[in-house]
């Protein structure tokens, strides 16, 4: 199962982590800890609706214009896996 990071712009620097646990996800939070149990599509929303508003708050002193523009640099990088020679499966030829 993949790990999600949440980077933004350019950055290497981890703003949050969605690891697994069985088949629902945790958020690593750099703050907290560990969240609850919750899917991979709302762990992904929490942690990038905490990463804009701390990124918002934490730039405060910039012009509003350049705040707002500079939240549209988050990304998620997955982590590598690789890949499974038995994943490809060939179908037997139309008769």
């Not at 933004?8 to 982590?17: E, L």
């Not at 599509?41 to 929490?46: E, L, Q, S, V």
């Not at 998620?76 to 038995?86: D, G, L, R, V």
Request: net charge positive; aromatic share 8%; hydrophobic share 40%.
């Amino acid at each position: 199962m993949d790990i999600y990071s949440l980077h933004r712009g350019r950055s290497r620097k981890v703003f949050a982590r969605i690891i697994p646990d069985g088949q629902l996800y945790r958020i690593e939070w750099p703050d907290t800890g560990i969240s609850d149990l919750t899917n991979l599509t709302r762990a992904k929303a929490a942690a990038l609706e905490w990463a804009e508003r701390r990124a918002v708050t934490d730039n405060r002193k910039l012009p509003v214009a350049r705040r707002l523009k500079s939240l549209n640099n988050f990304s998620w990088s997955a982590s590598y896996i690789a890949p499974n020679s038995q994943a490809a499966i060939t179908l037997p030829a139309a008769a």
